[in-house]
């Protein structure tokens, strides 16, 4: 490891980061000449860089060595490959996630959830606890929603993403789903994220709209740290300054993400967009940077919602995402994975 | 309320914004030539706006007329005031909250509490639970930390603010605080707000690092709702683009809060700054903006301590922001709280 | 036009704004109970909205009606189509734009326009005048670079782009270029932008890094209204916070120009990544969501140039990304523009 | 200089880097075992940085070392004083700029520099040139405002700063003001500096909305090049996420300034917030944080003005302003300047 010191440090100050480079089993190499930096020699772990860098007396890590994180992609490493139900992310396959905002009723939520698979998405999204700015707005469907999934879940054959908000309902969620979704407001919701590294299934999650990429990255790290190695991130716009649309979908971020890491990248249009009309182009600008699978919104008539139906595009709309997806997978070798066992209630 | 409808709206749309108008006691009245503008005449409670804004017929609302959350000044009304303690924000009143950024061990607290109280602060701040961007930097003390708080507290009489993560924590840490914190990377967390607003204890909500003035207000609203008036809200800074401050402290929003909000405002040059040489500056500018306190981290020395080492001020510089503090209240005919009651532990 | 007046407007703020008004042909109309708004009936020209806007009285134009700046796309109105030698921009047509950062010498760009010509660019781009941050960067070959290109146009039959800094040098600039480019910095640069709208030959407009689409637009519009109608708008990227890349690609605000203006729009990936890793990915992505074409920096050994080295990615590299751009355009019934005239050396 | 190489350099461009550093005069020192830093060794000259930062070998200059820029403040060294007419900013001393948005009439201006200079400001503002969004918009009065300015300067004693917007506006401009202006958009405008470095007027820089310090400071580089050593800084809020306020006062970066570079720096609260209620406070935060000076919008009826009229504030507020910047400056020892000399007319 490499590192800038601060300057004017008092003797004690480096004594504490000399101390505990040497009980993490560095030896502390100065640099003749450049009383700033100094050079670790030592093992690496994944928790080291985390623990040097917090030291008062470090500036900055110039170099992290072989200190890697677990979610760092090792040179020439694979992708990690995660597979919910029929759909399967990294590796070269692709995978679609659709169905509505937030779910209302059995009837409706079976509808869209046969519609999307039958056009081609392999893992259905919908919102039971609902994360919301106001008190007073609609907080969704909670318990009576997550049984309306499991039901939809069992009808179609369709495996199911829903978030958890709070650590006390992980439980709860997980009955059900088959991807736990962590949503954009609580990427940093530590007490969360430490309850999914102790479950044994799928993670999904999204950026914060403010959140740095390593910021982000030591996110999933929360959970992998705890054992949970299935971890999908999803980038659904950053806040920028201009209300044409509601967030800056960041491709950029896709294409750095992966290289940088083993996991897999989807991207969320809808939330990106937050305008129907812009969906499509964002999925498919997703997709050409690089991600693993497109997340959005899909509602048979958008204006009867309860939440975010501006957002949500409609089956036709989904059919040519579908379309454009398998097109563009196609263009770097990869394949959009296709739902291929027959839904249960056919047989 | 005057609403702004969105273009090309269904019948069905225009009919559910239509029928839960007047469920909830308005008329709705259509503007003559102005397809698009709708206008709702009716009584306005706390919650009408978030719903009506939710509908998807509406854009934007105009003009929420009557509909006013409780977070809102009513025209003319007089501050909340917000006690603790000693302490005492809003209505004139400024306080300054010091205090080590975490809890180590129960001397370092207890000589620091000393300092801060003798010098002018009037509540003590300390992180026993503490929010980290690594899973392996130090996650704070926790009950050990909110133990040895408590025996501070005792021992000096200085009130205590500190912060839950978890709402699983709130019980715990409120056996010891006099007042709860809600860090930046929480404010979003609607589980942790709805627990705080079920309690009686006084709430310090920091606003998100890229959190718009508006949600930060929904949130306040949140506790508020719950039935818990006693909120603080705490500018931090928000997140820019330049790296030689780590947040930008927004002053203009201190100012419009102030306009807008019945609820105190202060600031939190620490944070903000991210630099112990730049906090008085910010501290002072907070201040002059209209902020009815300064909450800011004070060490004896910098060096020796395990988290935000570099955003720590020293004693004399703490000193030297109470005496500014002093000046700029008196600037516009407010009055710097000051400790009175003896220490317990000199009776 | 639909208005969202002040409020406590004085009598003398309102008749100012009825004044001018009824001067540019409108009838003022109230509406019924709602004092804040008022309808302007009339005939509508490009100035007027930002005339009307520009009153004190007026808060917001709520809808601008009739009132269309001329680089609005009217309901079904086709793009604009702008030609530049062999590249084509809109109406369907896609071009590549690429060649060196900056001129150096002529063998080197002689060398690099055939490669890029031959690969499938259409237009070559390269800078003479060079915007720095710094006084002490060299800020390009000048009258020296301008000549080289010149040369190299005659030589290879490829059209050429560069960058205008300076009204004193549009002049010159355009006896070389048939494209002239205005940069990031200079966006609202107002006496160069009225400038070019005197010229009668394509501009490629970048958008100001921390510009709204609204401002980019009205930048466009300081062009048009001077009879220049030849304006391509290019995205390149906005600054966020993360350093991870040098900006963000926003390519949202290419779907949404593309159905806001009838202008064509592009993107340069070199700018926004920084890095020449993600050029490709980003290049791709612009294309997906919408862009009528890319431009970006190649230079056969990208150690060996003065500025921005970094980003400038290899020949092979932007043969793949011919192809590419080939499908993609392609892929919602597009085409890329070949270079199909014979180079003027090889007749 | 301590550099930071690009990982896996070439031979080829380590060598470039190595012949610029020795033409420059500096020795080449490898660190041992480190092989991505370098260390050269030196005299230190304000273009060096620059130019070793542009080599394609450089990924970061971690330490300039002895290659100050001309802006930066060397270790103890004082303040640079600006002095115009009876204004003067820095070493200790505090002066106001007021007057109105943009040159109107000669009376209005007469009544308004009276009004100032008898309340407290020591300079004139006021624009004749102005930098607008729309084409459409009142683009000042230009030569006929200039004048305005000139007969208002020779009346009333006021010394007077107004903006260039174009280099060969530059010499005309120079005729009438004291002081030159460039505004926020015009920051990065790089022939406008470079006539503005040949000049021996002092300038006064506004920071672009979206600059980093760094870019404004190398900004300001650009006429100190030139020989022009009087410059003050201007910040003026940089662009935010938040509609409440137009822009972001940065009080950090005032502080951050003070510390980095010997020149003065100043705020425009009347930009920053966009709105007259809040200029007040944003003005004093300004000052609390170390600003020596402020500029701000000031018109007797602000509805009957051509531009920016909401942001003006009124001359009772102006005159408060006057006290609190007295009282402000006074906390760290420093002094307002007041106008001294009788006003030419009273002789």
Known sequence: MLLQLRKNLSEADFRSLADLARELGYRVVALDGVPDLVRLEGPGAPEH???????YAVARVLDAGAARELFQRAPGAPDTVVTVGEARFGGGAVSLIAGPCAIETYDATLAIAREVRARGATLLRGGAYKPRTSPYSFQGSRRAGLEILGRVRAETGLAVVTE??????????GEVADMFQVGSRNMANQPLLAELGRQRK?????????????????AAEFVLAGGNTQVVLCERGIRGFDPSTRNVLDVGAVAWLKRTTHLPVIVDPSHAAGRADLVPALGRAGLAAG?????????????ETHSDGSQAIGLEDFSKLVADARALAALDGRTLVAPTRPAPHTV
Do not use: N, Q, Y
């Open 49 to 55: 860089r985390s623990r040097i860098e917090d030291c």
């Open 291 to 303: 991600a693993d699978g497109v997340m959005c919104e899909v509602h048979p008539e958008p204006g």
């Open 164 to 173: 958890a908000l709070d650590p006390r309902d992980v439980e709860a969620v």
């Open 202 to 218: 799928p993670v999904l999650l999204k950026r914060g709209f403010a959140a740095t990429l390593r910021e982000f990255l030591l």
